[in-house]
């Protein structure tokens, strides 16, 4: 398939920062459309994060029940974190694993990038799997809470089809290891010291 993308690109005559929190920032730009009109978008600037699908040795997925403030419930999700400044997403990706469960894992996939909020972020979550978890304690942020428990992938999608799970980047988490498990999107694996 081709496109003309250039026909739908817009060019950025002014940015300005709205305001910068200590997590999150946001800009307003002005741009010119295709067409030559103007208008304005607003966006979170986000540093990035990582997602882990951490399959324990029988098969189960491990994940993490976490109140999320903004809509007020415990959510389930699998174990994910925010990227610091120039770190890299793979190193991320372990420590944020061992941090919220106390897991470590021996290999690791990297499947993608998820972007989760196009619209109005520049999030960008990169996607991994690790498998060959050994247990140890976990290392918890102040402030942060968070109860790990295993369902099976069956579990997990029975679910997700209840609505019980609605998080975006857990359900495609659960897309990507169907697809995986079902032979269609490939991963390659790699052994990792502790």
């Known amino acids: ?6 026909g739908l690109r817009e060019s950025r005559l002014t940015s300005d920062w709205v305001y910068q929190g200590h997590f999150l920032k946001v ?9 030559g009109a103007q208008a304005t978008r607003e966006y979170v600037v986000h540093p990035g994060a990582v997602l882990i699908v951490p399959i324990m040795d029988d098969g189960r997925l491990l994940l993490e029940r976490q ?8 959510m389930w999700e699998f174990p994910a974190g925010k990227l ?12 944020e694993l061992q941090e919220e469960t106390g897991y470590r894992a021996r290999q690791w996939a990297h499947a993608g990038v998820l972007h989760n909020a196009i619209a ?5 979550i990169e996607i991994f799997f690790a498998r060959g978890l050994e247990a140890g304690a976990p290392h918890l942020d102040d402030g942060e809470f968070i109860e ?11 679910a997700c089809a209840r609505g019980e799970v609605t998080d975006a980047k857990t359900l495609i988490g659960l897309l990507w290891l169907q697809r995986w498990q079902a032979g269609d999107w490939p991963l390659e694996w790699r052994d990792v010291g502790h």
């Open 1 to 6: 398939m081709t496109t003309d993308e250039d």
């Open 67 to 74: 109140y999320r403030h903004p809509i007020g419930r415990v």
């Open 27 to 35: 800009r307003r730009d002005t741009v010119r459309l295709p067409d």
């Open 84 to 95: 610091d400044a120039g770190e890299d997403p793979s190193l991320c990706a372990q420590r």
């Open 148 to 158: 790990t428990f295993a369902l099976s992938p069956a579990d997990l999608d029975a």
């Open 120 to 124: 109005y972020s520049t999030e960008g």
